[in-house]
């Protein structure tokens, strides 16, 4: 089965991406599921109900975050209500929301789907390895179809990461540092994996930022806007194939598609 992975969408313009592709990719590319991470997906920081049902709506399945998922109130409801939408599994429990979930695809094959935030450079949360560990070990019982969302900041500790879960999960995607990286592979105990799948927004930015706005905090190191850009959008995602049977990945492969001539304005 095949399974699309989509990195960190940025406000109105990556959802406008979001828009105009999915429908056709998963057409075109026969995909049974969808994963995207949200966290960034309202005005650049956090997620809101209309967003996230705007994405659904689009063709995504399950939402994954990070450590701006709490930037919008209305997220927490949201958190609680949906569990489609994911907050990091290392979080304290009495945190809204879950970290992992089971989804039925297109075909109605099991697909879990676990999210979880590094620690270095981040904040001092709960061991992402043992949480993983504890998470994996229960979507096993309903299926061996399991996607897994590393939020984190650190390369080495995505990359140790995808070691310690190799013949556990059918794929690891990295997220958050919006940079992506062109090590996908498939490790070899069959789970596939990328250190960051990269932003899906404007890419004339600064990490989905406007230019001149992130130049002046280098520059004057003084406090600053920080609002979304809005030239050369793309979508940055993995397309994963999965054994249905054994769980293991089959192909990992990095895509990007450019949207011609799109202005979305930065909006909300």
């Given at each position: 089965?095949?399974?699309?992975?989509?990195?960190?969408?940025?406000?109105?313009?990556?959802?406008?991406?979001i828009?105009?592709?999915?429908?056709?990719?998963?057409?075109?590319?026969?995909?049974?599921?969808?994963?995207?991470?949200?966290?960034n997906?309202?005005?650049?920081?956090g997620?809101?109900?209309?967003?996230?049902?705007?994405?659904?709506?689009?063709?995504?399945?399950?939402?994954?975050?990070?450590n701006?998922?709490?930037?919008?109130?209305?997220?927490?409801d949201?958190?609680?209500?949906?569990?489609?939408?994911?907050?990091?599994?290392?979080?304290?429990?009495?945190?809204?929301?879950?970290?992992?979930?089971?989804?039925?695809?297109?075909?109605?094959?099991?697909?879990g789907?676990?999210?979880?935030?590094?620690?270095?450079?981040?904040?001092?949360?709960?061991?992402?390895?043992?949480?993983?560990?504890?998470?994996?070990?229960?979507?096993?019982?309903?299926?061996?179809?399991?996607?897994?969302?590393?939020?984190?900041?650190?390369?080495?500790?995505?990359v140790?990461?995808?070691?310690?879960?190799?013949?556990?999960?059918?794929?690891?995607?990295?997220t958050?540092?919006?940079?992506?990286?062109?090590?996908?592979?498939?490790?070899?105990?069959?789970?596939?994996?990328?250190?960051?799948?990269?932003?899906?927004?404007?890419?004339?930015?600064?990490?989905?930022?406007?230019?001149?706005?992130?130049?002046?905090?280098?520059?004057?190191?003084?406090?600053?806007?920080?609002?979304?850009?809005?030239?050369?959008?793309?979508?940055?995602?993995?397309?994963?194939?999965?054994?249905?049977?054994?769980?293991k990945?089959?192909?990992?492969e990095?895509?990007?598609?450019t949207?011609d001539?799109?202005?979305?304005?930065?909006?909300?």
């Amino acid at each position: 089965m095949k399974i699309l992975l989509i990195g960190d969408i940025i406000g109105r313009p990556g959802r406008a991406i979001i828009e105009q592709m999915l429908v056709r990719l998963r057409e075109e590319l026969g995909l049974e599921f969808v994963v995207a991470n949200c966290e960034n997906v309202a005005g650049g920081a956090g997620v809101t109900p209309s967003t996230a049902n705007e994405l659904f709506r689009c063709g995504v399945d399950v939402l994954t975050s990070g450590n701006h998922v709490w930037r919008k109130r209305e997220a927490l409801d949201l958190l609680k209500l949906d569990h489609r939408v994911l907050r990091p599994a290392n979080y304290p429990a009495e945190a809204p929301g879950i970290g992992s979930t089971v989804v039925k695809s297109l075909s109605g094959q099991k697909v879990g789907v676990l999210n979880v935030m590094g620690r270095v450079f981040m904040e001092p949360l709960d061991c992402p390895f043992r949480t993983a560990e504890r998470e994996i070990a229960r979507l096993r019982e309903e299926t061996p179809v399991i996607i897994v969302d590393i939020h984190a900041e650190a390369t080495s500790e995505k990359v140790a990461f995808g070691w310690f879960l190799d013949g556990k999960v059918s794929c690891i995607f990295g997220t958050h540092t919006h940079i992506p990286t062109a090590d996908e592979r498939i490790l070899p105990g069959g789970t596939g994996y990328i250190t960051d799948v990269g932003m899906t927004g404007p890419y004339d930015s600064v990490i989905g930022r406007r230019v001149e706005q992130v130049m002046e905090r280098f520059l004057l190191g003084l406090p600053h806007k920080s609002e979304v850009a809005e030239g050369n959008l793309q979508l940055r995602a993995v397309v994963v194939d999965v054994d249905p049977k054994t769980g293991k990945a089959v192909s990992i492969e990095r895509m990007t598609r450019t949207l011609d001539g799109a202005v979305a304005s930065s909006g909300d």
